[in-house]
């Protein structure tokens, strides 16, 4: 990697505006920026692309794709883990959180099983220098699953822990209000018959009743003892959020309804949603549509959950859209409002002194396509 790069004629997307400019990288930072092209031969000329902050990415499932590709089909992990890193970065994604899951409601599943092996493949390839993405964790704890606390609290000291969600997917309620969407999604998904579907209602709802409450407790307690990050999930109803708010979280991941997404803004909690239900144009569960969030001014930070494609692409849907959103407005949701959820002062944004996380992407018929992926100024796609 040269001492030093320049970035020329592109369109910088910063934290408050657009323009044409140059960056000077330097030590896998930005050193300078400058309005308008370079006139220094060495100077790259990227022929006037949007030029943004690398991504990040708070929360995905990416990775268990590629552990498990097909139903009862375990790949190798180091593989998988990098298979997973190749798409992430394609997608411009230079931070990602991995959400590893504990508490398994599959009940043909055996992701509990998967976890050490996950967890070790993460780290020793991202200590190896494999990983072209700087990859952390994220711990989703489904609340009414039996070990969950216990699990929870062999994993939490793991170095790259730096992000906690709560959760609870039992029917009836936050995500799955209607039973019918509850039996709909997890039939599909886990090939059930009527009667097992019957039974993994019962079950569900009764650890719920028995595991759910205190486990979140323990868990948000001991996440604030560690100075962790800790998102609720699915709040639906202020009652929700007021108890998300007590215990101290402070980003809100897919409220359910608008009434959530208010009082979460209104708590000082982040509001994240999924980059897809914009491409989508809606929830697949029937909740509130994130491009509604987005124009009652209630939407801060976008995520990627199972399609990494999505997250640049919605940015720019929403910059396209009639909401209060430019294009500078919407980056922010995937570059620098996550960053700062997590705790990430030194990226996410084009400024002096950040880290040269950086993705050059064209617009085509406003489909943005990566052309060019950097972090700390060292080319990576």
Same mark, same amino acid.
């Given at each position: 990697?040269?001492?030093?790069?320049?970035?020329?004629?592109?369109?910088?997307?910063?934290?408050?505006?657009?323009?044409?400019?140059?960056?000077?990288?330097?030590?896998?930072?930005?050193?300078?920026?400058?309005?308008?092209?370079?006139?220094?031969?060495?100077?790259?000329?990227?022929?006037?692309?949007?030029?943004?902050?690398?991504?990040?990415?708070?929360?995905?499932?990416?990775?268990?794709?590629?552990?498990?590709?097909?139903?009862?089909? &375990?790949?190798?992990?180091?593989?998988?883990?990098?298979?997973?890193?190749?798409?992430?970065?394609?997608?411009?994604?230079?931070?990602?959180?991995?959400?590893?899951?504990?508490?398994?409601?599959?009940?043909?599943?055996?992701?509990?099983?998967?976890?050490?092996?996950?967890?070790?493949?993460?780290?020793?390839?991202?200590?190896?220098?494999?990983?072209?993405?700087?990859?952390?964790?994220?711990?989703?704890?489904?609340?009414?699953?039996?070990?969950?606390?216990?699990?929870?609290?062999?994993?939490?000291?793991?170095?790259?822990?730096?992000?906690?969600?709560?959760?609870?997917?039992?029917?009836?309620?936050?995500?799955? @209000?209607?039973?019918?969407?509850?039996?709909?999604?997890?039939?599909?998904?886990?090939?059930?018959?009527?009667?097992?579907?019957?039974?993994?209602?019962?079950?569900?709802?009764?650890?719920?009743?028995?595991?759910?409450?205190?486990?979140?407790?323990?868990?948000?307690?001991?996440?604030?003892?560690?100075?962790?990050?800790?998102?609720?999930? &699915?709040?639906?109803?202020?009652?929700? @959020?007021?108890?998300?708010?007590?215990?101290?979280?402070?980003?809100?991941?897919?409220?359910?309804?608008?009434?959530?997404?208010?009082?979460?803004?209104?708590?000082?909690?982040?509001?994240?949603?999924?980059?897809?239900?914009?491409?989508?144009?809606?929830?697949?569960?029937?909740?509130?549509?994130?491009?509604?969030?987005?124009?009652?001014?209630?939407?801060?930070?976008?995520?990627? &959950?199972?399609?990494?494609?999505?997250?640049?692409?919605?940015?720019?849907?929403?910059?396209?859209?009639?909401?209060?959103?430019?294009?500078?407005?919407?980056?922010?949701?995937?570059?620098?409002?996550?960053?700062?959820?997590?705790?990430?002062?030194?990226?996410?944004?084009?400024?002096?002194?950040?880290?040269?996380?950086?993705?050059?992407?064209?617009?085509?018929?406003?489909?943005?396509?990566?052309?060019? @992926?950097?972090?700390?100024?060292?080319?990576?796609?």
């Amino acid at each position: 990697m040269p001492a030093e790069q320049i970035l020329s004629n592109a369109r910088l997307v910063t934290a408050d505006r657009m323009f044409l400019g140059t960056l000077v990288l330097r030590d896998g930072l930005i050193a300078d920026i400058a309005e308008g092209p370079s006139r220094l031969p060495q100077a790259q000329d990227l022929n006037g692309d949007f030029l943004l902050p690398g991504l990040i990415e708070l929360h995905t499932d990416n990775l268990e794709k590629h552990m498990t590709p097909r139903p009862g089909v &375990d790949w190798p992990s180091t593989s998988a883990v990098l298979s997973h890193d190749a798409q992430i970065i394609a997608a411009g994604i230079t931070t990602v959180f991995d959400a590893v899951s504990i508490g398994d409601v599959n009940p043909k599943g055996n992701r509990m099983q998967k976890l050490p092996a996950m967890l070790e493949a993460i780290s020793s390839a991202s200590s190896a220098g494999l990983t072209r993405a700087e990859h952390r964790l994220h711990l989703r704890c489904e609340l009414c699953h039996p070990d969950t606390l216990s699990v929870f609290r062999d994993l939490v000291q793991h170095p790259l822990v730096q992000l906690v969600s709560l959760m609870d997917h039992s029917p009836g309620q936050r995500q799955f @209000v209607l039973e019918s969407k509850y039996r709909e999604y997890y039939m599909g998904k886990y090939h059930l018959t009527t009667t097992q579907m019957d039974e993994f209602v019962v079950l569900q709802m009764a650890n719920s009743r028995e595991y759910s409450t205190r486990h979140r407790a323990a868990i948000a307690e001991h996440c604030l003892a560690l100075g962790l990050s800790v998102a609720s999930h &699915d709040d639906a109803t202020l009652a929700h @959020v007021e108890e998300s708010a007590r215990y101290g979280m402070t980003i809100a991941e897919f409220p359910t309804t608008l009434e959530a997404a208010r009082g979460s803004q209104q708590q000082g909690m982040k509001v994240l949603m999924g980059a897809p239900n914009i491409v989508r144009g809606g929830s697949h569960s029937g909740n509130v549509a994130a491009a509604e969030l987005a124009a009652e001014g209630l939407l801060d930070i976008l995520s990627s &959950d199972y399609y990494p494609a999505s997250l640049l692409q919605a940015a720019f849907l929403l910059a396209a859209q009639d909401t209060p959103c430019d294009l500078a407005q919407a980056v922010r949701m995937v570059t620098q409002a996550p960053a700062r959820a997590a705790g990430l002062n030194d990226r996410g944004e084009i400024a002096s002194g950040l880290r040269a996380d950086l993705v050059q992407a064209r617009s085509q018929d406003g489909l943005p396509v990566v052309q060019q @992926v950097w972090r700390q100024a060292k080319r990576v796609f």
